[in-house]
């Protein structure tokens, strides 16, 4: 056994620790670990690990690694020879490498660049020829081009083509009696009388006759042919049921009542009718349409 190991073996069984239990903690082979307490470090795997195993072993017991790997240098192996090796044998490789190998390798960039640039000229000669060849050959066909006269739209050598056009031109023009239609009255709504809160208006030049009530708030609202026939009475309310229409064309006479002029509109054919008596005078009017027909 070693001095070194001897010290190892000491801190361990100071701890109270098995060879087992400190296989466990430090997961080194136990074996190894007894390998190291006799000093035999040739059943190692290699001189690295008799390092790192026995660091491993000294920090599981309690010892300082760095101390001891100063203290016993001249029992613990170094790693140096096997690095060499490896140096070595790089160096090996590289030199292994033939002259002949080595000059290839240097001027292979060399070329590939020298065929990269031919191949670049190559092609800028290309496109230049190719863009002259398309010029020339514009040109020609522009100059081609030029003798090519055309004729005036409705100049032709053609008989029948003329004669078609000199037959159809009295077809197409108007006949001299022929004369615009007249546009229709625009419909007039005016005030044919009015009686205080009574008013009468006549609705002339009308085809139809629909009347339209639009409610801007709240207002009570009867509706009635000339006959005294209740057509509608209710409250519109806006936002609710703030209009009403009501196609009285086939009626010569409508009488409306309104309770609130204030906030009722009424229109007749789409035309707004104005109040003969402001609202702001007269909340509640009776309003009469006659449709002169």
């Known amino acids: 056994m070693s001095e070194l190991g001897n010290i190892l073996?000491?801190?361990?069984?100071?701890?109270?620790?098995?060879?087992?239990?400190?296989?466990?903690?430090?997961?080194?082979?136990?074996?190894?670990?007894?390998?190291?307490e006799?000093?035999?470090?040739?059943?190692?795997?290699?001189?690295?690990?008799?390092?790192?195993?026995?660091?491993?072993?000294?920090?599981?017991?309690?010892l300082d690694p760095d101390q001891l790997f100063e203290q016993y240098k001249s029992e613990i192996p170094t790693t140096y020879n096997e690095e060499l090796p490896e140096q070595l044998s790089r160096v090996q490789s590289r030199k292994s490498l033939s002259p002949e190998t080595s000059k290839i390798l240097n001027v292979l960039p060399k070329i590939l660049i020298v065929i990269?640039?031919?191949?670049?000229?190559?092609?800028?000669?290309?496109?230049?020829?190719?863009?002259?060849?398309?010029?020339?050959?514009?040109?020609?066909?522009?100059?081609k081009s030029q003798?090519?006269?055309?004729?005036?739209?409705?100049?032709?050598?053609?008989?029948?083509?003329?004669?078609?056009?000199?037959?159809?031109?009295?077809?197409?023009?108007?006949?001299?009696?022929?004369?615009?239609?007249?546009e229709p009255p625009a419909q007039e709504l005016t005030v044919a009388s009015n009686n205080g809160s009574n008013t009468v208006y006549e609705l002339k030049n009308a085809d139809r006759f629909v009347i339209k009530i639009v409610s801007l708030g709240q207002t009570w609202v009867g509706l009635s042919n000339g006959s005294g026939k209740s057509i509608f009475a209710e409250t519109l309310v806006k936002g609710k049921n703030e209009n009403r229409t009501e196609d009285l064309t086939a009626e010569t006479e409508a009488v409306i009542n309104i309770g609130r002029a204030t906030e009722t509109e009424i229109y007749v054919n789409d035309q707004k009718l104005?109040?003969?008596v402001s609202p702001q005078d007269d909340m509640t009017q009776l309003i009469t349409i006659k449709f002169v027909k």
């Open 9 to 36: 073996k000491e801190a361990r069984e100071a701890k109270g620790l098995s060879l087992d239990e400190l296989q466990s903690i430090t997961k080194i082979q136990k074996r190894y670990l007894m390998g190291i």
């Open 116 to 143: 990269f640039i031919i191949g670049a000229v190559a092609l800028v000669w290309y496109l230049i020829v190719k863009n002259a060849g398309d010029d020339s050959g514009q040109t020609a066909n522009t100059n």
């Open 274 to 276: 104005e109040y003969a």
């Open 147 to 182: 003798p090519i006269v055309e004729e005036p739209a409705g100049s032709t050598n053609d008989p029948a083509a003329n004669n078609t056009s000199e037959s159809d031109a009295p077809a197409q023009e108007k006949p001299a009696d022929e004369k615009p239609k007249p």
């Open 38 to 62: 006799d000093g035999n470090y040739s059943i190692m795997p290699g001189k690295f690990y008799v390092r790192a195993f026995i660091k491993q072993y000294a920090e599981a017991v309690g």
